[in-house]
């Protein structure tokens, strides 16, 4: 049931990723600090939603502090599966990635698709979706089991409402 993406996570941090996807909200800063990333919420420029750069030989995550919330951890979620998947495309930038509101960052579409699927791997496993689906809304797909769903993940409906209607065609 994992995706392509969450199959690419290189082994040395696969452990360290499923151990924190395996209870809801997924404590991303924690999740970050184990990877050895810094996430800093930080004034972006408008139309930015987050960056991700290596400084000082390690890596910083910036996310827009005037973003909601529930927008922030996708984010950090989305820069996360950078880090994860293209740490060469990072590294090849003075500047890292620099994600607008709309995950697009200059590099090929391909990359921003992939940090999006993987990002949905992280703040909303699937696993745990499935199963808190099934066991408090008896597996309905309806406006309250998203609402409380996206409450109980911390992201927002809109996301929540895209990840059951993965789920459902998976
Ligand atoms: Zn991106």
Redesign the pocket.
């Known amino acids: 049931m994992a995706s392509n993406e969450l199959n690419r996570v290189p082994l040395e941090h696969r452990d360290t990723l499923g151990r924190f996807l395996v209870e809801h909200p997924v404590k991303l800063g924690r999740l970050a600090t184990a990877l050895g990333v810094k996430i800093k919420v930080s004034s972006l420029g408008a139309g930015v939603s987050g960056q991700i750069s290596r400084e000082d030989g390690g890596y910083v995550i910036r996310v827009n502090r005037n973003e909601a919330r529930e927008r922030q951890r996708f984010t950090i979620g989305?820069e996360l599966a950078?880090f994860l998947l293209h740490r060469d495309v990072i590294d090849a930038s003075p500047n890292g990635?620099t994600?607008t509101v709309l995950?697009r960052?200059g590099e090929p579409e391909r990359i921003?698709f992939e940090?999006n699927r993987l990002a949905a791997d992280i703040v909303m496993p699937m696993e745990l979706v499935e199963r808190e689906l099934q066991e408090g809304f008896g597996g309905r797909i309806t406006e309250a089991s998203i609402e409380a769903l996206a409450n109980r993940f911390e992201v927002s409906k809109a996301a929540m409402e895209i990840r059951l209607s993965n789920f459902v065609a998976a």
Do not use: N
């Open positions: 989305h950078h990635i994600d995950y960052s921003e940090a």
